[in-house]
């Protein structure tokens, strides 16, 4: 359900996003949207109210504080896929813009959109952002100068080093984990929480899960 709630609300910002291009959206009009769209498709009605009031509130709030940079916005929910190692990595960056008004796209800012999450399914988004920046030179030939996390249930934003040397090394990490996974090596941690609650713990072997 938490997964459907926050594709639920990306759905909704592409739509906010989207209209932005064509005129300033009032907060009743933002409401309106949210409310028009706002659907998980299992959850009860009860729950579907709760996370509705939590969605209007994020997204108003979002709109609310960062509206005035729409106008940089060059493409929402951008797909892309390019090859690492023996794999095809694809995906979407949630949003692209432009680093300024002056329109040239010398360099551009990628955007990702986070509620926290301190689960072990969270995704580590500063390692997502690199790759974002990586498929942005690889698949979309667009030069990456800046990388940002709207975290929506904070109303605030970080930044993400996606220096040519961090790149680098992020790639070389995810190399090795497509390698591993390849060659069904996973190798367990003594350190590790995931380790510590995990089911198979009593029969996992010390060089293999």
Not at 92 to 103: H, P, Q, V, Y
Not at 105 to 125: M, N, P, Q
Request: proline share 1%.
């Amino acid at each position: 359900m938490a997964l459907g709630y926050g594709r639920a609300v990306h759905n909704i910002l592409n739509i906010i996003h989207t209209m932005s291009k064509e005129k300033t959206l009032t907060l009743e009009e933002v409401s309106a949207i949210v409310d028009e769209n706002f659907f998980l498709r299992y959850a009860p009605k009860s729950y579907m109210d709760i996370f509705k009031k939590s969605a209007e509130r994020v997204i108003g709030n979002y709109v609310d504080k960062f509206s005035e940079g729409f106008n940089l916005i060059l493409e929402t929910e951008k797909r892309f896929e390019f090859s690492l190692g023996d794999a095809l990595i694809f995906g979407s960056i949630d949003m692209i813009k432009k680093l300024n008004e002056e329109g040239e796209i010398e360099g551009i800012e990628i955007v990702d959109f986070k509620e926290r999450d301190d689960s072990e399914l969270a995704t580590d988004y500063e390692k997502q952002l690199k790759l974002y920046a990586i498929a942005s030179l690889r698949a979309l030939g667009l030069n990456p100068k800046k990388a940002t996390v709207h975290h929506l249930d904070e109303g605030t934003t970080s930044d993400v080093d996606i220096s040519l040397e961090e790149l680098k090394k992020v790639e070389g990490n995810v190399e090795g984990e497509i390698r591993d996974i390849i060659n069904r090596k996973f190798p367990k941690s003594a350190e590790s929480k995931k380790c510590k609650d995990c089911d198979w713990k009593y029969i996992c072997t010390k060089e293999m899960v």
